[in-house]
């Protein structure tokens, strides 16, 4: 299908940000955005990058209702040279088409999926900010359009792909984090949707996180559903703690959501010689190795934020400090490393960086 470009006007044209350092996560957008329809009939049709506008959704479209809703996150840098970078792009296409399977929804064609990131953020790219740790947030999403009441698999969608640029996802950028451990809520149970990006998985997280930012925390760590001791993920990042001379992250389980940061994140510390295991971590072990001293490094990974290291832990009513509340050596080496991968500052041994302007 050939994707038909509709521009903006040029007196509809949004004022560009100009102070990058102001930017934040999410909160400005470009102009223009990508659609596709899909009917009963027809399959996908419509491909189309258009002006970024509001969606008109009749009040019955089942995604408002039962919840068929996904959506990725991916980001496109800009390197030396004005060179303009994706970072592992295909595994966010393919994740979303697990996602899309788990919600009985239909898949998009990977090929039509990635030429219509490319063509809209070459279209955006006056959008990319220019500094190190900024970049333009890629967000393809997919919404049930079909209006109709009775719990089934809808047979309407929309699939569309929004741009923002961005800066530090925390108020605290690369700084530790302070994380409340919560026991009373859980993210998700096996058997669940906890492995795939469903909008769902996501407002089930909210009032915990709501408890722990009133208490002056930055994320929540979420134990396992059904023994309430397992540590899984952070906020909305995959986890990993330094104890000894190993890097432990949980392991996939159907849980978990299978991180492309997580998955970059292990490969390099792999390459490194560092020791790394994904296996089953308790709460109780994690304060144990804090207070025996092997408890070294903690931080979260994600496309948002990348890597973020984590200062303190809270459990049961006790404030818990990681490596003295600094960021860890190991850390900060990983985050600095995948930056440079990432703005094209450096060789790319795995063969993560798209380069797709410049």
């Excluded at 959506?71 to 970072?87: S, V």
Aim: glycine letters at 10%.
């Amino acid at each position: 299908m050939e994707i038909k470009i509709t521009r903006q006007a040029p007196d509809k044209m949004k004022p560009k940000y100009t102070d990058e350092s102001t930017l934040g996560f999410g909160k400005i957008f470009t102009d223009h955005m990508f659609t596709l329809e899909y009917g009963p009939d027809g399959g996908w049709h419509d491909p189309q990058i258009r002006p970024y506008q509001a969606f008109s959704l009749d009040p019955a479209a089942m995604g408002l209702h039962y919840g068929q809703l996904i959506f990725e996150g991916l980001k496109a840098y800009r390197g030396k040279n004005g060179e303009i970078h994706l970072f592992r792009p295909l595994e966010n296409i393919r994740r979303m088409k697990i996602s899309a399977e788990r919600l009985c929804m239909p898949t998009v064609d990977e090929d039509l999926f990635f030429e219509a990131i490319e063509k809209l953020v070459l279209l955006e790219q006056d959008w990319i900010p220019h500094g190190i740790g900024t970049s333009l947030y890629i967000r393809p999403t997919m919404i049930a359009t079909e209006a109709a009441l009775g719990v089934h698999p809808a047979n309407a969608y929309l699939f569309f792909i929004i741009a923002v640029p961005v800066g530090a996802y925390y108020p605290e950028g690369f700084s530790p984090t302070k994380i409340y451990v919560v026991e009373d809520y859980v993210r998700a149970a096996p058997g669940g949707m906890g492995n795939v990006k469903a909008a769902g998985n996501y407002a089930a997280s909210l009032f915990a996180m709501s408890l722990a930012i009133e208490k002056g925390y930055t994320q929540v760590l979420w134990l396992d559903a059904i023994h309430r001791k397992y540590v899984e993920e952070v906020g909305t990042s995959n986890i990993f703690f330094c104890i000894g001379d190993e890097l432990i992250t949980p392991p996939l389980g159907g849980s978990i959501l299978p991180g492309v940061t997580r998955d970059s994140v292990i490969q390099l510390a792999k390459s490194w010689g560092v020791r790394v295991a994904e296996k089953p971590l308790s709460i109780d072990e994690i304060i144990e190795a804090g207070l025996k001293g092997t408890l070294k490094e903690a931080f979260a990974s994600g496309t948002a934020a990348v890597v973020s290291p984590i200062g303190q832990l809270f459990y049961r009513g006790q404030e818990y400090v990681v490596n003295g509340g600094q960021t860890g050596q190991l850390t900060e080496k990983l985050y600095n490393e995948m930056l440079r991968i990432q703005y094209g500052e450096q060789e790319d041994p795995f063969g993560w960086r798209v380069k797709i302007a410049g």
